[in-house]
Structure formats: structure tokens, C-alpha cells
């Protein structure tokens, strides 16, 4: 789950929701600073969630970006992990 280069602290991924081809994340799941295993979601506007494991932070993420989509539009949803 994390990046480990020889002689460094391990980087854990961060994971961006997109919608269709766009290049702007939606929301960001980022891992909790202080617990591990934890999640929290990151909106734009600075905004960061409580803290979940992380299949209930992609899933809670996606569902909340689906409220502010076009309704009909057949564009998927898409994660990117960086």
C-alpha cells in the first residue's frame, strides 16, 4: 500500500476520483496523519471528512460526487491512484 525508496519513510497513495476523461479531481482519499489503515475524504474547497477505512472513504466519496453530476450522463466515475 505505500512507496518505499531505499532510506526513506514510506508514501502512502493518495487516490483522486475524476469524472470521465476530465483531469480535475472531484474529491481526493487521502490516509489519516495519525492512524493507519485510516482514510478521509478531501473535497476542493478544503473540506476533509471523518476518518473510514478506505473502501467505505471511495465509496461514500463516490456516491456524494454522483449528487452533484449530471443525471443521464453515461461518463463514468474514475480513481487514479498517485
Same mark, same amino acid.
Request: glycine content about 6%; overall charge positive.
Given at each position: 500500500?505505500?512507496?518505499?525508496?531505499?532510506?526513506?519513510? !514510506?508514501?502512502?497513495? #493518495?487516490?483522486?476520483?475524476?469524472?470521465?476523461?476530465?483531469? %480535475?479531481?472531484? &474529491?481526493? @482519499?487521502?490516509?489519516?496523519?495519525?492512524?493507519?489503515?485510516m482514510?478521509?475524504?478531501?473535497? !476542493?474547497?478544503?473540506? #476533509?471528512?471523518?476518518?473510514?477505512?478506505?473502501?467505505?472513504? %471511495?465509496?461514500? &466519496?463516490? @456516491?456524494?460526487?454522483?449528487?452533484?453530476?449530471?443525471?443521464?450522463?453515461?461518463k463514468?466515475?474514475?480513481?487514479?491512484? #498517485?
Amino acid at each position: 500500500m505505500c512507496l518505499v525508496s531505499p532510506g526513506t519513510e !514510506p508514501v502512502p497513495h #493518495v487516490y483522486r476520483l475524476h469524472y470521465g476523461k476530465s483531469t %480535475k479531481a472531484l &474529491a481526493e @482519499v487521502i490516509p489519516d496523519d495519525e492512524y493507519a489503515g485510516m482514510w478521509r475524504i478531501r473535497w !476542493p474547497d478544503g473540506r #476533509v471528512s471523518d476518518m473510514v477505512n478506505l473502501t467505505r472513504a %471511495k465509496d461514500a &466519496a463516490c @456516491v456524494l460526487a454522483m449528487r452533484v453530476l449530471p443525471t443521464g450522463n453515461a461518463k463514468p466515475l474514475r480513481w487514479d491512484k #498517485v
